[in-house]
């Protein structure tokens, strides 16, 4: 017989709310393949997606880096959401086949009993809304969460007018709403190519294509094409800074490293440097992660491209490693959902061909060290906790806090004296991605900078970690959580340790009874 530990959470979690046969998170190309062809398997499915997302957390540059350039259409949810059903008519054909879709909802974790823990009792993923938040348990799940754009740092980028390609590509195309005319892009792979295109279809002017490489990147019939709408394309050249006013920006000023400048009129600047696969909750589960230049990054390990290293949870599209752009990667994204569908079913299914290999890290990397080379140290890089780069690279503390004159003395390469940078070590001493965006606009610039000053190999910084929730949630809907009786009997407020709450000097004394007997025993708060 054994003896039961008063103080242990087994059995005391709460199931969740309901469970479904597949879970489905993310609703573009690749997730609502994966649910239309797991709904045509005769399965139960439930697909989430957080579009449309608040006004407020567009303004925190959540889930995408929208840059403040939305028009005030972001504010009437009812509308938000006609327009996303109109910009995926497959939705309705999900739901036509007994899908059932939560939109305007996100996945702020996911967990499963592993190493860390093991009281779970099943594999669940925490959803929320404006509203509340609760557990849903799975069978199989689906990641189809995309990608988030890389965002790097110049002078002038902390104002409004400076956002994202996938940002930019969401209020054009998903919600209608975008607020600018003329556009700059910055880059000029098939992403920045498909991101002019995108632009010029919407009747908004493209002024120029600036790449800092001396060769344009992306196909030559797409360079032809936007050449012959006017596009200019500017090669060997980097942006100076953004100028601007009290909407942001007006116009920037672009130029060789080193060289002179010339100013373009324009109210928006699109990075297209890249995209980083969204792994944030791949990562929460303890999912196995790799770095994949080809790929896009930190990206996940798989087999079959849809399978993860952990049971029933599958990923597809952009969040398995970049699909691609233009329409050749939306079908491509959409037929490795298809195929994670069938795999989590049991189904026999093809795995989809992958895009072509290109190293995203080394051209993100060339890029970093062009805009490094025309910015100065006062440069922020952490726009919510106001780091700059020379606080990153001096390895200082925030600026609320006092600097001791000792802390001078240290910065990058004296941590790397004692051993490989790390970038949660980095984080925790100066604070850079830990404001309330998340990181998202700058965890893999801090990685790219860290890279670039210490010359270390491509992509040899260690991803910073995620935990949940891995989206900015309000306290009242995480708080509000009723929490069964049996969770607070026996329960020690650390883990079971009486001596907490006992002075140092008694413990193991006879006094460390009288500390617990006027405490109450248990010692819960």
């Known amino acids: 017989m054994s003896a039961v530990d008063p103080h242990a959470l087994n059995g005391k979690l709460p199931r969740p709310e309901r469970t479904v046969e597949v879970l489905v998170i993310g609703a573009g190309p690749a997730g609502t393949a994966a649910a239309i062809a797991a709904a045509k398997l005769g399965a139960q499915v439930l697909l989430v997606d957080e579009n449309p997302?608040?006004?407020?957390?567009?303004?925190?540059?959540?889930?995408?880096?929208?840059?403040?350039?939305?028009?005030?259409?972001?504010?009437?949810?009812?509308?938000?959401?006609?327009?996303?059903?109109?910009?995926?008519?497959?939705?309705?054909?999900?739901?036509?086949?007994?899908?059932?879709?939560?939109l305007a909802t996100c996945a702020w974790g996911a967990f499963v009993n592993g190493p860390g823990v093991g009281t779970l009792p099943e594999p669940m993923v925490g959803l929320a809304d404006e509203d509340r938040a609760w557990l849903v348990g799975f069978k199989s799940l689906i990641l189809a969460t995309g990608a988030r754009d890389i965002a790097l740092s110049f002078p002038g980028w902390d104002q409004p007018g400076v956002m994202g390609a996938n940002g930019l590509a969401a209020l054009l195309d998903r919600y209608d709403a975008f607020a600018g005319r003329r556009i700059v892009i910055l880059g000029s792979g098939d992403l920045a190519l498909d991101t002019a295109r995108r632009a010029l279809a919407r009747g908004l002017d493209v002024v120029a294509i600036v790449e800092a490489l001396d060769e344009i990147q992306g196909a030559p019939d797409r360079i032809e094409m936007l050449k012959k709408q006017g596009v200019e394309f500017l090669t060997g050249q980097v942006i100076h800074r953004a100028l601007g006013g009290l909407d942001g920006v007006e116009r920037v000023e672009i130029g060789p490293v080193g060289g002179p400048v010339r100013t373009l009129d324009c109210d928006t600047v699109c990075l297209a440097l890249g995209l980083a696969p969204a792994i944030e909750l791949l990562n929460v589960l303890g999912g196995a992660l790799t770095m994949d230049p080809g790929r896009g990054g930190h990206v996940p390990?798989?087999?079959?491209?849809?399978?993860?290293?952990?049971?029933?949870?599958?990923?597809?599209?952009?969040?398995?490693?970049?699909?691609?752009?233009?329409?050749?990667?939306?079908?491509?994204?959409?037929?490795?959902?298809?195929?994670?569908?069938?795999?989590?079913?049991?189904?026999?299914?093809?795995?989809?061909?992958?895009?072509?290999?290109?190293?995203?890290?080394?051209?993100?990397?060339?890029?970093?060290?062009?805009?490094?080379?025309?910015?100065?140290?006062?440069?922020?890089?952490?726009?919510?906790?106001?780091?700059?780069?020379?606080?990153?690279?001096?390895?200082?503390?925030?600026?609320?806090?006092?600097?001791?004159?000792?802390?001078?003395?240290?910065?990058?390469?004296?941590?790397?004296?004692?051993?490989?940078?790390?970038?949660?070590?980095?984080?925790?001493?100066?604070?850079?991605?830990?404001?309330?965006?998340?990181?998202?606009?700058?965890?893999?610039?801090?990685?790219?900078?860290?890279?670039?000053?210490?010359?270390?190999?491509?992509?040899?910084?260690?991803?910073?970690?995620?935990?949940?929730?891995?989206?900015?949630?309000?306290?009242?809907?995480?708080?509000?959580?009723?929490?069964?009786?049996?969770?607070?009997?026996?329960?020690?407020?650390?883990?079971?340790?009486?001596?907490?709450?006992?002075p140092y000097r008694d413990i193991g004394t006879e006094r460390a009874a009288m500390h617990i007997a006027i405490l109450g025993g248990d010692m819960h708060l």
């Not at 490094?372 to 600026?399: F, I, K, N, W, Y």
Request: hydrophobic fraction near 50%; include cysteine.
């Open 301 to 502: 390990v798989v087999t079959d491209a849809v399978r993860t290293s952990l049971l029933h949870v599958y990923v597809s599209g952009d969040a398995a490693g970049l699909a691609g752009a233009g329409e050749a990667g939306i079908a491509r994204a959409a037929a490795q959902g298809e195929a994670a569908a069938r795999a989590a079913l049991g189904a026999a299914f093809e795995p989809a061909a992958p895009a072509p290999s290109i190293d995203a890290i080394a051209y993100q990397l060339a890029w970093t060290r062009a805009l490094m080379s025309v910015g100065s140290d006062a440069v922020m890089v952490c726009q919510c906790e106001e780091v700059t780069r020379g606080d990153l690279l001096g390895v200082q503390p925030p600026r609320y806090l006092d600097r001791p004159e000792r802390l001078a003395a240290r910065d990058i390469h004296s941590l790397t004296a004692d051993g490989p940078v790390n970038q949660d070590q980095i984080k925790r001493l100066t604070r850079a991605c830990m404001g309330a965006c998340q990181a998202r606009r700058c965890r893999e610039q801090v990685a790219l900078i860290l890279t670039a000053a210490t010359q270390s190999p491509a992509g040899a910084i260690p991803l910073a970690g995620f935990r949940a929730p891995v989206r900015p949630l309000p306290l009242k809907v995480l708080a509000d959580w009723g929490e069964a009786a049996e969770m607070g009997a026996g329960w020690d407020v650390w883990f079971g340790i009486p001596e907490q709450w006992i």
């Open 53 to 102: 997302v608040s006004a407020g957390l567009m303004g925190l540059d959540t889930p995408l880096y929208f840059g403040g350039r939305m028009t005030s259409a972001v504010q009437r949810q009812a509308r938000m959401i006609e327009q996303v059903f109109a910009a995926n008519p497959d939705l309705e054909t999900a739901m036509e086949l007994g899908v059932e879709i939560a």
